[in-house]
Antibody, heavy 113, light 107 residues
């Protein structure tokens, strides 16, 4: 059974870079897009973007200038970087397989000075 | 971007009730729509894909229908564990977009 486990720094200062990684266990890494989604506290879900095993990506235009997604197929991992964070980037960040089929547990990232 | 308008935003109901949640897309999305259930502090769980395909392990009281611009999620007989927030997601066009959510709570 596929599991996706995520980790990364949970507290950032404004202007720093958010960095999160997910590892895929128990299933194929190739053949899927790997997705990032976020949810500000008490609010709805926002699709950030996706990357596939060969590094092809699709980003939400609202974040595109600050987002980079990458993969490491040797480790079955995929990563998110978001630069120049502000308080508006405070959210729970989720990673998921495909069109949000199997989800990671979520990481609360708080941006505060 | 395709706007997904979900209604109602909140809904109070009782165990055993039949409830329907609607998502309307700002343009046609064929059947490229999924439904998710989210409980507090947890990741969303996909209930239905491709508008009407029930995911493995999801109780049959959940059903989805629709195509084009209008979609519905129906729970035929509410159970205590169904009180949660529900989201639709369109994946027909980038960027993928979610409805704003429907919070289902006890009447």
């Amino acid at each position: 059974q596929v599991q996706v486990q995520q980790w990364g720094a949970g507290l950032l200062k404004p202007s720093e870079t958010l960095s999160l990684t997910c590892t895929v266990y128990g299933g194929s890494f190739r053949g899927y897009y790997w997705t990032w989604i976020r949810q500000p506290p008490g609010k709805g879900l926002e699709w950030i973007g996706e990357v596939n095993y060969s590094g092809i990506n699709n980003y939400n235009p609202s974040l595109k200038s600050r987002v980079t997604m990458s993969v490491d197929t040797s480790k079955n991992q995929f990563s998110l970087k978001l630069t120049s964070v502000t308080a508006a980037d405070t959210a729970v960040y989720f990673c998921a397989r495909g069109i949000a089929g199997v989800w990671g547990q979520g990481t609360l990232v708080t941006v505060s000075s | 971007d395709i706007q997904m308008t979900q209604s109602p935003s909140s809904l109070s109901a009782s165990v055993g009730d039949r409830v329907t949640i609607t998502c309307r897309a700002s343009q046609g999305i064929r059947n490229d729509l999924d439904w998710y259930q989210q409980k507090p502090g947890k990741a969303p769980k996909r209930l239905i894909s491709a508008a009407s395909s029930l995911q493995s392990g999801v109780p049959s009281r959940f059903s989805g229908s629709g195509s084009g611009t209008e979609f519905t999620l129906t729970i035929s007989s509410l159970q205590p564990e169904d009180f949660a927030t529900y989201y639709c997601l369109q994946h027909n066009n980038y960027p993928y977009t979610f409805g704003q959510g429907t919070k289902l709570d006890f009447k």
